[in-house]
């Protein structure tokens, strides 16, 4: 693949700085003066039509009257200024932009016009922009400071991307007082252009950044963020602070999920899914970062804590508890090493007090035991300056141990002048350590979320989840009915008709329009029923004396029906009367009253949510959100966090429900999501489950028209695996192929045929010498997201066991209309087609995506590939850059 295009913005070979000054803290003078004292290496030109110097270098009034080719420039001139500026920049094929001034979007309607200008500019002659409005960029082991920011950053292995300026200086100070390095430092501004979903991009293959830290205050692009900030945290930990929360929706909710999901919500559903981790504080930000970093390998959540002072154990132990931690429950081998090793008057548990005196011999005795536990997933050692304690001697003897154990080692020395040296030990040693035990309690529950999120992140579930396939077209045959008669709410019948169309188990039901036709109903589903009122106007039933429960004889229901039309005229006189729905009344001794849900949040689109049921679900607020689409292992994640879970095992002399019948409702739902784009809320509530299975007693829907798209799942933040693209093939002596998208467990099965290509095949491929795939480079082959990039690998089956024998794959180019790809069989496949097949089928899948050229690069010497590429119709020219290599492409 060629060069990331931000490249000129992070390894810029000349920088021009329009408005580069000598007027003292004007942000010209800073940024030039910043450029030059940061010791950039590359070619450094300042533009200033009133001056022909500037801070003592030769100043130029146009860039035009550089002769030299220039990557970067920084624009810190009025913003009236800047659309000339950039139409110049595009004559002489300027790269990027970083524009720092403001009065752009931020300044009203004539700003946001001088920002369309700009932006059109930008687009007509390629250049990408960063901002406006932004304090700039650093990339501190090439010199790079092009901010306004007054002082430099230390290089570092933490890329930091926020889209606040001011907060970027306050960290910028704070990291340089705490010895925090920076590979990357990215003010983003308004982010007309470049968002951060190109940014993660670059920084994925950025050999110096070792974890990405982001300050989140909006996202513009949910598919486009979701889709980097996924790939990113496959390869690298992401971390990231996000404040503020949408506005309310104007339109009143209509169903109790609307109610009591927020944006927020939608937001840690969509970081947990991305295998991202979440914190609150910009300290919390960089303590985690800098325990993701030291090469733990975080496995769970349960804690040891050695302490030598039994007050801050304990109340290390109840923060833990509080935050949802495991306190370990120490293994018999280790209370028994403990009990050899410690005084008697040792806990004799976890907390593990060694007694105050403890010195060097307890704390390594206790801590190795703990990490050598296999029921311990972290250690968490105290340490409180008493009497007989050497706290730099247990110090270095911690480090020791964080070197030879992956479990984490976190450590709490409490104090200031008697620790201070063994804090500077640890920062030189970048072990994490904390001035209290509340704060290293934090960062464990960051590493065990990190954990538990690179998990979620694994998952690729499909639109479909069952063999039993849904009827997708009824359902949308229903919902197209009631938007024909300008209807957004089902009625009652058409909600369960369309739970019914993808095989969810719901209540027999019937809709009466006179209290006689109520009788013969109810004599036909048997007595006793439940009436309801039926009405697309009433979301809550029962608050307008809508619900009558238990009837078991005529007169009874003569009367029901009555008092439930006067009821719902009284209280809701403009409601809409559609009659009084009528079932069998539920009984269910045993059951659970649940609720699931989907809302649509206005950034991420639809949300799935769980929890408890029943009248008072706003009130409870017990509830789990998830984003689609979902499998067993995510539908599993999302019952257990919530309070209701725990009821719905043995209780109070009621057997254990069918959890198999509950989450084959759980993965219909998501397949109702994937599948029906127009439906935008649900309520099931009350689904009643007991042991015997899963019933869905009420069910409200809405429903909106949405614009056709050439992408099935154009709705989605995460697209599902395309299961719809697996293809059967066979060679010409009879041997079956599957095509199918490669999978995240296809990790090993790419790693084995690339080490069982030639050494030929191999060059061809990768333009170098390559025996094996690196880890990173394996996780990026196989964990992709299939609505930017696209991976197509055959396979045979021999022996139950699939063998790769060839793969190509495209990547969408950064103009969203063209894409790059690459292309490789296995020796033993040459000359049987298997390349044109998958060619074929990839330029098929570009085609629907609406891409309009498909392109490469092959080797000169690479004979073979370059016939295939003819016969394809593809056309090639020789790489102006390099004359080995032969630029293809074909207009699709």
């Not at 993660?200 to 963020?225: C, M, N, P, Q, V």
């Not at 109790?256 to 295998?275: C, E, L, M, N």
């Not at 063999?467 to 957004?488: F, N, T, Y």
């Not at 599948?675 to 869905?696: H, Y």
Request: with cysteine; glycine share 6%.
């Amino acid at each position: 693949m060629s060069q990331h295009h931000l490249k000129p913005l992070f390894a810029p070979k000349s920088v021009a700085v329009f408005g580069a000054s000598d007027r003292v803290d004007s942000v010209g003078q800073v940024v030039f003066q910043n450029m030059l004292q940061s010791g950039y290496q590359g070619k450094l030109y300042a533009i200033n039509p009133k001056h022909s110097t500037v801070q003592g270098y030769k100043a130029y009034a146009s860039i035009t009257e550089i002769t030299e080719p220039v990557e970067l420039v920084v624009i810190a001139t009025p913003a009236q200024s800047v659309p000339d500026i950039i139409e110049a920049c595009g004559l002489n094929k300027v790269k990027v932009a970083i524009i720092i001034s403001a009065g752009f979007g931020e300044a009203g309607a004539a700003g946001k016009l001088l920002e369309q200008s700009v932006l059109e500019k930008a687009h007509h002659y390629g250049i990408r922009l960063i901002g406006p409005n932004c304090l700039g960029v650093m990339c501190p082991d090439i010199g790079l400071n092009a901010t306004f920011n007054k002082g430099n950053a230390i290089a570092g292995n933490i890329a930091f991307i926020s889209q606040s300026g001011a907060l970027c200086t306050a960290i910028l100070d704070w990291a340089n007082a705490n010895d925090v390095g920076f590979s990357n430092v990215v003010s983003m501004g308004a982010s007309v252009d470049v968002d951060f979903g190109e940014i993660l991009d670059y920084l994925i293959s950025d050999t110096k950044t070792r974890s990405i830290l982001l300050y989140i205050e909006g996202i513009h692009d949910a598919r486009g963020f979701m889709s980097s900030i996924r790939a990113a945290a496959r390869i690298k930990p992401v971390i990231l602070v996000k404040v503020g929360r949408h506005p309310a929706a104007s339109k009143a909710a209509i169903s109790h999920t609307s109610a009591i999901v927020g944006s927020d919500d939608a937001f840690d559903a969509a970081v947990r899914r991305a295998g991202v981790v979440r914190v609150q504080t910009i300290t919390q930000l960089f303590a985690a970062a800098k325990a993701l970093s030291c090469g733990f390998d975080p496995t769970g959540n349960r804690l040891a804590i050695v302490t030598n002072g039994g007050g801050p154990g304990v109340m290390a132990t109840d923060y833990a508890i509080d935050l949802g931690l495991e306190i370990a429950a120490l293994s018999d081998v280790t209370i028994q090493v403990l009990n050899q090793a410690l005084p008697t008057t040792w806990s004799h548990g976890n907390p593990i007090d060694i007694i105050g005196d403890a010195q060097v011999d307890r704390y390594e005795c206790a801590v190795k035991a703990c990490l050598e536990d296999p029921n311990v997933d972290g250690v968490l050692t105290i340490l409180t300056p008493q009497a007989m304690t050497k706290p730099l001697e247990v110090a270095n003897a911690m480090i020791a141990l964080s070197h030879q154990y992956k479990k984490p080692l976190l450590a709490s020395w409490m104090g200031e002048a008697q620790v201070s040296e063994s804090r500077a030990a640890f920062n030189r040693t970048k072990m994490p350590s904390f001035r209290n035990p509340e704060s290293a309690v934090d960062v464990f529950l960051f590493l065990s979320a990190y954990h538990k999120n690179q998990k979620l992140l694994m998952q690729m579930p499909g639109p479909i989840s069952h063999h039993l396939a849904p009827d997708v077209e009824s359902a949308r045959m229903i919902i197209e009915g009631a938007l024909q008669e300008k209807r957004k709410i089902l009625g009652e019948m058409e909600s369960k008709a369309l739970l019914s169309a993808f095989h969810i188990p719901v209540a027999h039901t019937m809709v009466a329009r006179s209290p006689n036709e109520a009788l013969l109903i109810a004599q036909q589903l048997g007595f006793p029923v439940a009436m309801k009122i039926n009405s697309p106007d009433i979301t809550h039933k029962s608050d307008v004396g809508g619900v009558v429960l238990n009837l078991a004889n005529a007169q009874e229901i003569r009367s029901a029906y009555h008092s439930i039309i006067e009821n719902v005229k009284s209280k809701r006189p403009n409601a809409h009367i559609n009659g009084i729905s009528i079932q069998p009344m539920i009984v269910k001794p045993n059951g659970r009253e649940l609720m699931v849900g989907v809302t649509n949040d206005p950034v991420f689109g639809p949300i799935i949510t769980f929890g408890a049921g029943g009248t008072t679900v706003e009130i409870i607020a017990d509830r789990s959100v998830a984003l689609p689409p979902l499998n067993n292992f995510l539908v599993k994640d999302l019952i257990n966090n919530t309070h209701v879970a725990k009821m719905l095992g043995t209780f109070r002399n009621m057997p254990p429900v069918n959890m198999e019948a509950l989450e084959s409702v759980m993965l219909r739902v998501s397949e109702m999501v994937c599948e029906l784009p127009m439906l935008m809320e649900m309520d099931i509530n009350p689904l009643i489950l007991d042991e015997n299975g899963v019933l869905a007693a009420d069910a409200r829907i809405m429903v909106e028209v949405r614009p056709p798209s050439a992408d099935r799942y154009a709705h989605m933040a995460i697209y599902p695996y395309p299961t719809h693209l697996v293809t059967n093939w066979q060679l010409a002596d009879g041997t079956d192929v599957v095509i199918r998208p490669i999978r995240p467990e296809d990790v090993w099965l790419v790693q084995d045929f690339v080490k069982n290509l030639s050494e030929e095949a191999r060059y061809f491929r990768f333009m170098k010498s390559v025996e094996q795939l690196s880890e990173t480079l394996l996780v990026r082959f196989t964990q992709i997201d299939y609505s930017r990039e696209m991976a197509l690998i055959a396979v045979r089956n021999e022996n139950d066991k699939e063998i790769e024998l060839g793969v190509t794959r495209y990547a969408i180019n950064p103009d969203g209309e063209s894409c790059e790809f690459a292309l490789v069989v296995a020796d033993s496949m040459r000359g049987t087609g298997l390349g044109h097949k998958l060619m074929t089928a990839l330029m098929d899948i570009a085609r629907t995506k609406g891409l309009s050229r498909i392109e490469g690069e092959v080797l000169k010497n690479n004979v073979s590939m370059l016939k295939l590429m003819k016969r394809l119709g593809f056309t090639a020219t020789v790489n102006p850059d390099d004359s080995s290599i032969k630029n293809v492409y074909i207009d699709l």
